[in-house]
């Protein structure tokens, strides 16, 4: 099994390349939130340009995990 890391999963769902019944699966807005949220950025739905940023500025897993974990927490609040 290979690992992914964290920004590899937010590509691959902003790409629409995750199942809905994966528990990685974030939908593609949520994506876009999570990384226009960590990075400052807005490259809309361009997973190049997107994949191209990310690759020249690296963050760390912890950065990552945090800034999922917000978006989620306002998801739920969305929901009630």
């Given amino acids: 099994m290979c690992r992914l890391?964290?920004?590899e999963?937010?590509?691959?769902?902003?790409?629409g390349k995750v199942r809905r019944n994966s528990r990685i699966?974030?939908?593609?807005?949520?994506?876009y939130k999570i990384l226009k949220e960590l990075t400052g950025k807005d490259f809309g739905y361009n997973v190049r340009a997107w994949r191209r940023w990310l690759k020249k500025h690296q963050y760390n897993a912890?950065?990552?995990?945090?800034?999922?974990?917000i978006v989620?927490?306002?998801d739920s609040e969305m929901e009630v």
């Fill in 25 to 31: 699966f974030r939908s593609k807005e949520a994506a």
């Fill in 5 to 7: 890391y964290p920004d």
């Fill in 72 to 74: 989620d927490a306002k």
């Fill in 62 to 69: 912890k950065t990552w995990a945090r800034a999922m974990s």
């Fill in 9 to 15: 999963i937010v590509l691959l769902n902003l790409d």
